[in-house]
């Protein structure tokens, strides 16, 4: 199995937590965050911040225990209505 990279991360999770939480947890801005995301060659290009792993894995079980609850509540939801 091969390592997950930045790039592919920042996919996985900024299509559940919005850009602005993630810089907030890395200390950067919005920007810069969008700027980790180009094509190295970019002139514009940033490298991510060095905690990354830690702190998107930390985002993400914190968005999974979050969607976990709200799936129970609509299942309870569910279950009311058919009775």
């Known amino acids: 199995m091969r390592p997950v990279d930045y790039r592919e991360a920042i996919e996985q999770v900024s ?3 919005p850009l602005e ?3 907030q947890e890395a ?3 919005e ?7 180009l094509d190295p060659s970019s002139d514009f290009y940033l490298p991510p911040p060095p905690n ?3 702190i998107l894995a930390r985002l993400a079980w914190e968005r999974a ?5 709200f799936a129970t509540e609509i299942e309870r939801e569910a279950e009311r209505a058919v009775l």
């Open 52 to 54: 990354w792993r830690q």
């Open 65 to 69: 225990a979050t969607l976990q609850t």
């Open 27 to 29: 200390g950067v801005s």
């Open 21 to 23: 939480y993630i810089a």
């Open 15 to 17: 299509g559940c937590i």
């Open 31 to 37: 920007e810069t965050i969008r700027r980790t995301h």
